[in-house]
């Protein structure tokens, strides 16, 4: 079964994801996520095993320039962890 690719921008924090196996249901925060560099996963958080614990969701982040196209949705304190995170990259304040 293929994980669920999910949009940063969009519904992920209220869409419902459902485990096939057990038919455990919740959003991507009740699940067992883990943290990466460039992505968050969501497996379920239900009676699997370590090995055959399914993976319902990825949440990849968002590249510099996806920020800057929802630049005006996001928060005062998403837009510091941005411009932080580019001038780490090396560039420029793009304000
Ligand atoms: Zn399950």
Request: charged letters at 25%; hydrophobic letters at 35%; glycine letters at 8%.
């Amino acid at each position: 079964m293929a994980a669920i690719i999910l949009d940063y921008f969009g519904d992920w924090q209220t869409r419902r994801l459902t485990c096939p196996v057990c038919g455990w249901t919740g959003t991507f925060q009740e699940g067992d996520t883990e943290l990466y560099a460039a992505l968050q996963d969501c497996q379920c958080p239900g009676p699997h095993g370590f090995t055959d614990r399914p993976m319902l969701a990825i949440l990849p982040f968002p590249t510099f320039d996806e920020w800057r196209e929802h630049w005006d949705e996001i928060s005062e304190a998403q837009r510091c962890l941005v411009r932080l995170a580019e001038a780490k990259e090396g560039i420029q304040d793009r304000d």
